[in-house]
């Protein structure tokens, strides 16, 4: 018995390792290709940046390719063992099907506690850091975003376009500044343009020589035939706030991305409040922000309880489904997690309403699915 717990034990921890790397490496992709790989690309950011930026996607991809690298892990080896036969020769032997799910349980449940060291201490202290790090890149070298020879509109309301960048100053410097309807109503052209970085406004200070100003018809942008008169320039300044691009330089983190030491100072300062003499505004701002202190818990350990309630699922739903092809397994093993995702999304709209306790209707996604999974697993064992 004990070489058969080790066999599947070990068949799952392989199988279920390499479904997480996949789902890492898909998860990574993703927010790269989104943030990061265009400034690699474009040359805003080095090699040795991007490669930091990675790593510091690695523990979040990994909160949410767990439950599901070990879901697809379980269904794959459960239904080789079915299609194979191997199963129906362990029930004539006397070994029951409760004992063929124990080392496979096992195994989720140390992938449980292992989600949640990741979830509570890693994965939000690195997400953060990637926040501030992409947030900081502007602010301490704004020219890191200008390409020379392409349209910037990386600033709203402006377009920007510079030939040439050299030593900290670029030559032949465009500006369009846009209205509502993103419709150019002002050119600015200079000769030279540098860009400072002003801390006390949180902006960023664009200096132009030697320049003229086209100003257009505000009522028809777009009809080049009827313009304003042009007006020359030696020096103009222009102030690019940085809040609308970025977000505010001091703005408060999100609980998101609090660690769990973090989340726990916050709620006691919410309890100790309560617990004081507060008035009836301090009383219900307190409160509320305990609640939402309360369901980030709740959540993060509610992902790394889903590793053991997706398995429970996956063991009889591998067993019924019998089949070796790994796409059909697949197939079904994202079906199952994307559900329990969407659920808990949906769950996710209600933290700002307390009434609603979205700190307990968060385990319900387990809930439901370890009850689904007792009964799949009951009548997989009757058969």
């Given at each position: 018995?004990?070489?058969?717990?080790?066999?599947?034990?070990?068949?799952?921890?392989?199988?279920?390792?390499?479904?997480?790397?996949?789902?890492?490496?898909?998860?990574?992709?993703?927010?790269?290709?989104?943030?990061?790989?265009?400034?690699?690309?474009?040359?805003?950011?080095?090699?040795?940046?991007?490669?930091?930026?990675?790593?510091?996607?690695?523990?979040?991809?990994?909160?949410?390719?767990?439950?599901?690298?070990?879901?697809?892990?379980?269904?794959?080896?459960?239904?080789?063992?079915?299609?194979?036969?191997?199963?129906?020769?362990?029930?004539?032997?006397?070994?029951?099907?409760?004992?063929?799910?124990?080392?496979?349980?096992?195994?989720?449940?140390?992938?449980?506690?292992?989600?949640?060291?990741?979830?509570?201490?890693?994965?939000?202290?690195?997400?953060?850091?990637?926040?501030?790090?992409?947030?900081?890149?502007?602010?301490?070298?704004?020219?890191?975003?200008?390409?020379?020879?392409?349209?910037?509109?990386?600033?709203?309301?402006?377009?920007?376009?510079?030939?040439?960048?050299?030593?900290?100053?670029m030559q032949d410097f465009w500006l369009w500044e846009l209205d509502?309807?993103?419709?150019?109503?002002?050119?600015?052209?200079?000769?030279?343009?540098?860009?400072?970085?002003?801390?006390?406004?949180?902006?960023l200070i664009l200096t132009l020589v030697n320049g003229f100003t086209?100003?257009?018809?505000?009522?028809?942008?777009?009809?080049?035939?009827?313009?304003?008169?042009?007006?020359?320039?030696?020096?103009?300044?222009?102030?690019?706030?940085?809040?609308?691009?970025?977000?505010?330089?001091?703005?408060?983190?999100?609980?998101?991305?609090?660690?769990?030491?973090?989340?726990?100072?916050?709620?006691?300062?919410?309890?100790?409040?309560?617990?004081?003499?507060?008035?009836?505004?301090?009383?219900?701002?307190?409160?509320?922000?305990?609640?939402?202190?309360?369901?980030?818990?709740?959540?993060?350990?509610?992902?790394?309880?889903?590793?053991?309630?997706?398995?429970?699922?996956?063991?009889?739903?591998?067993?019924?489904?019998?089949?070796?092809?790994?796409?059909?397994?697949?197939?079904?093993?994202?079906?199952?997690?994307?559900?329990?995702?969407?659920?808990?999304?949906?769950?996710g709209w209600t933290e700002n309403s307390p009434h609603l306790r979205?700190?307990?209707?968060?385990?319900?996604?387990?809930?439901?699915?370890?009850?689904?999974?007792?009964?799949?697993?009951?009548?997989?064992?009757?058969?």
């Amino acid at each position: 018995m004990l070489t058969l717990s080790r066999y599947l034990g070990w068949n799952v921890t392989v199988t279920s390792l390499s479904g997480i790397l996949l789902f890492v490496f898909i998860l990574i992709t993703g927010n790269a290709m989104r943030d990061i790989l265009g400034l690699l690309a474009e040359g805003t950011i080095p090699f040795s940046l991007f490669l930091e930026l990675l790593w510091l996607l690695v523990p979040y991809a990994f909160s949410f390719a767990m439950p599901l690298g070990v879901l697809i892990g379980i269904l794959l080896t459960m239904g080789r063992l079915s299609a194979n036969r191997e199963l129906t020769a362990l029930r004539s032997a006397g070994i029951s099907i409760y004992s063929v799910a124990a080392p496979v349980l096992f195994v989720a449940l140390c992938g449980s506690f292992l989600a949640i060291y990741i979830n509570t201490i890693h994965a939000p202290s690195a997400r953060a850091s990637y926040k501030a790090i992409l947030n900081d890149l502007v602010r301490t070298d704004p020219l890191r975003f200008i390409v020379p020879r392409a349209f910037i509109h990386d600033f709203p309301g402006y377009v920007l376009y510079v030939a040439e960048k050299e030593e900290g100053r670029m030559q032949d410097f465009w500006l369009w500044e846009l209205d509502k309807k993103k419709r150019a109503v002002r050119l600015l052209r200079a000769d030279e343009g540098t860009f400072a970085f002003d801390e006390t406004t949180d902006s960023l200070i664009l200096t132009l020589v030697n320049g003229f100003t086209e100003l257009r018809d505000p009522k028809e942008p777009d009809n080049l035939q009827v313009l304003q008169p042009t007006l020359l320039f030696r020096d103009a300044r222009i102030r690019l706030p940085l809040a609308n691009l970025l977000g505010a330089a001091n703005q408060p983190r999100r609980l998101a991305n609090y660690t769990m030491d973090e989340l726990l100072k916050r709620k006691n300062q919410a309890e100790s409040i309560l617990s004081g003499d507060p008035s009836d505004e301090e009383a219900t701002i307190a409160r509320k922000d305990e609640l939402r202190v309360q369901y980030q818990i709740s959540r993060r350990f509610a992902l790394a309880a889903s590793v053991f309630s997706l398995a429970l699922i996956a063991v009889p739903l591998g067993i019924r489904v019998g089949r070796t092809e790994t796409h059909a397994n697949f197939a079904v093993g994202l079906g199952i997690a994307m559900t329990y995702y969407t659920v808990l999304v949906v769950i996710g709209w209600t933290e700002n309403s307390p009434h609603l306790r979205p700190d307990l209707l968060v385990w319900a996604p387990n809930f439901v699915a370890q009850g689904l999974g007792f009964l799949l697993l009951t009548r997989a064992a009757r058969s």
